[in-house]
């Protein structure tokens, strides 16, 4: 089993269908809409369109488990990412990425380590992890590494498909 074969819903209702991605590089990150972070919508929108035809995509998955900076409704939630920050990478439902009720697809993604070595609970709002074309965890980013980063974007390159 690999990322692509976990079900998930799309924020709009319905399967996000990620084996839809396979054959191309995922990034997921929790998103929350009232963070400090939250500002790194920008660089995951540039992200977006900037790799999307070399294979990349960029999916959000928000969140609501970080001080309650997720609290919207899925129609708020999309509302406000794309008049806030023209948003147009897809979205999914909002999930649990730690404790009890953990999403799948975080059960997945939580025992890569990042640079740091962490592994295990999500620590924040907007932790980024790169899913290989193969559907296998390729690598983990912490929240304050931004999607403009030299770190992420090397990574990015690497982990495109060929």
Not at 96 to 113: F, I, K, M, W
Not at 117 to 144: C, I, Q, S, Y
């Amino acid at each position: 089993m690999t990322v692509f074969d976990i079900e998930i819903d799309a924020l709009a209702g319905g399967p996000a269908r990620l084996d839809a991605y396979r054959g191309r590089a995922l990034l997921v990150v929790n998103v929350a809409s009232r963070c400090g972070l939250t500002p790194q919508y920008a660089g995951l929108e540039r992200l977006h369109r900037e790799y999307a035809d070399r294979g990349l995509v960029v999916l959000g998955v928000p969140c609501n488990q970080f001080a309650g900076q997720e609290p919207g409704t899925a129609d708020e939630i999309s509302e406000f990412c794309r008049i806030t920050y023209g948003t147009t990478f897809p979205m999914t439902e909002k999930v649990d990425v730690n404790g009890p009720a953990r999403h799948p697809l975080y059960a997945e993604l939580v025992d890569t380590a990042d640079a740091g070595g962490h592994t295990g609970d999500v620590r924040w709002n907007f932790e980024k992890f790169l899913v290989a074309p193969d559907g296998t965890v390729a690598a983990r980013f912490a929240p304050t590494v931004t999607p403009d980063s030299a770190e992420l974007r090397e990574a990015i390159e690497k982990t495109l498909p060929t």
